[in-house]
């Protein structure tokens, strides 16, 4: 399945609608959203309700009645986002490679002995498990 185009405004509030899920909660309903995206970027009830009903048209959320009140619970998986979303972004602009994307974060952010020393490990760990792969 391909995931839907999320936008970042979008995005803000498909994570307040994962962090719901994600805590037993089952989704988030305005209010939630409201109070977690809708103030932290100065979004009025409107803005946030027209960022839910997009949502929903891209079948990215789902809409149910609870005490009255709607849920949104997201259609789409966190974890299916970011890889789609990083897979774009490496196509787009590394042609795909991880090797140009690290060394382009590296130079341009710089990396510290701590940051060295996790890359390492990550690279000795993909090392191992290629091997045991042969």
């Not at 988030?28 to 959203?33: K, N």
């Not at 990083?86 to 590296?106: E, K, N, T």
């Not at 710089?110 to 390492?120: I, K």
Request: net charge negative; aromatic share 6%; charged share 30%.
């Amino acid at each position: 399945m391909t995931e839907p185009r999320i936008s970042e405004a979008e995005s803000r509030v498909m994570a307040v609608i994962w962090d719901g899920a994600e805590a037993g909660r089952g989704g988030a309903g305005v209010e939630d959203i409201l109070a977690a995206a809708g103030a932290a970027n100065g979004w009025s009830e409107t803005t946030v309700r027209t960022l839910i009903h997009r949502l929903i048209r891209k079948d990215a959320v789902a809409s149910e009645r609870r005490g009255g009140l709607a849920l949104y619970t997201p259609k789409v998986s966190r974890e299916a986002w970011v890889t789609a979303e990083s897979q774009g972004f490496l196509d787009r602009l590394f042609g795909g490679q991880i090797a140009p994307l690290v060394a382009h974060f590296a130079r341009q952010r710089g990396m510290d002995p701590t940051d060295l020393a996790r890359l390492r490990k990550l690279v000795a760990e993909l090392d191992a498990e290629a091997a045991e792969d042969d």
